[in-house]
């Protein structure tokens, strides 16, 4: 089976957010799942340095409670 990514702040609604990912990526199958805590000043390097990486395992990305930069955006909308 492919890996799901879950990429979530280090707050508390940010690890509710891993919570629920992490259930949502069982239901769906995935039993390897990467998550990524992300805090303000390094959310766009840990981000852009994973999805820069081969991608081609990977069925599942959820990005939630983080704002990336347009860099990166741009990036995620062109994958």
Not at 2 to 29: E, M, N, P, Q
Not at 65 to 75: K, T
Request: charged fraction near 25%.
């Amino acid at each position: 089976m492919s890996r799901a990514l879950i990429f979530h702040h280090s707050d508390l609604d940010g690890i509710g957010v891993k919570i629920v990912g992490i259930t949502i990526a069982k239901r769906l199958g995935y039993d390897n799942i990467e998550t990524f805590k992300c805090n303000y000043n390094d959310v766009n390097e840990i981000v852009s340095e994973r999805l820069h990486k081969d991608l081609s395992d990977v069925g599942l990305i959820i990005i939630a409670d983080i704002s990336v930069n347009p860099e990166v955006a741009e990036f995620i909308n062109t994958e």
